[in-house]
Antibody, heavy 123, light 109 residues
């Protein structure tokens, strides 16, 4: 069974940085694209960033481009999101999600989802 | 801001059929990109309900069905049950980004 467990969330001041991690298990991690999707409390879903199985393709939402960096360590079956220059509007639950298609690059979808980690940006 | 529009809420009695529309444009759904649907139960992470416009993953009940036409898509829930009370989101692709619908809360009366 696929498991995705996020960690690293917490309270951070505006302008500071934070790195989220996602530990994956139950599948061959280096064969699948991975993404981060966020949800502000009580709001809808927003795709944040994605990385292909071999890190050859990386994409970001316009709202985080230049501030967030996605990366993966296939040897450790882990996904990361380094967030810098954080803003109040970045406050959200951040979900680690897998694209279930084998070695697909883009135009995918999300299954399954981790339980999420809450990032709160506030002074 | 979402580029896929859904009604904020729909409701129906147990056993009834409800539909949730997802309205996009020629830049996303109308460009031929697939539509997915996700269910989010209260306090839980979303889960995939429909992929590739109309396909159900294993474990998803047959009462959930979906279709796509032109610049829109829709999710139907037949034989509405109490456990279907949740938020539902459509998802597609727009130029260079994945996009989600605004979300619809389904209430079972």
């Amino acid at each position: 069974e696929v498991h995705l467990v996020e960690s690293g969330g917490g309270l951070v001041q505006p302008g500071r940085s934070l790195t989220l991690s996602c530990a994956a298990s139950g599948f061959t991690f280096d064969d699948y694209a991975m993404h981060w999707v966020r949800q502000a409390p009580g709001k809808g879903l927003e795709w944040v960033s994605g990385v292909s199985w071999n890190s050859g393709t990386i994409a970001y939402a316009n709202s985080v481009k230049g501030r967030f960096t996605i990366s993966r360590d296939n040897a450790r079956s882990s996904l990361f999101l380094h967030m810098s220059n954080l803003r109040a509007e970045d406050t959200a639950f951040y979900y680690c999600v897998k694209d279930p298609r084998y070695r697909a690059m883009l135009l995918g979808y999300f299954d399954p989802w981790g339980q999420g980690t809450l990032v709160t940006v506030s002074s | 801001q979402s580029v896929l529009t859904q009604p904020p809420s729909v409701s129906g009695a147990r056993g009834q059929r409800v539909t949730i529309p997802c309205t996009g444009s020629r830049a996303n759904i109308g460009a031929g990109y697939d539509v997915q649907w996700y269910q989010q139960l209260p306090g839980a992470a979303p889960r995939l309900l429909i992929y590739g416009n109309s396909n159900r993953p294993s474990g998803v009940p047959e009462r959930f069905s979906a279709s796509k036409s032109g610049t829109s898509a829709s999710l139907a829930i037949s034989g509405l049950q109490a456990e279907d009370e949740a938020d539902y989101y459509c998802q597609s692709y727009d130029r260079t980004s994945y996009v989600f619908g605004t979300g619809t809360k389904v209430t079972v009366l």
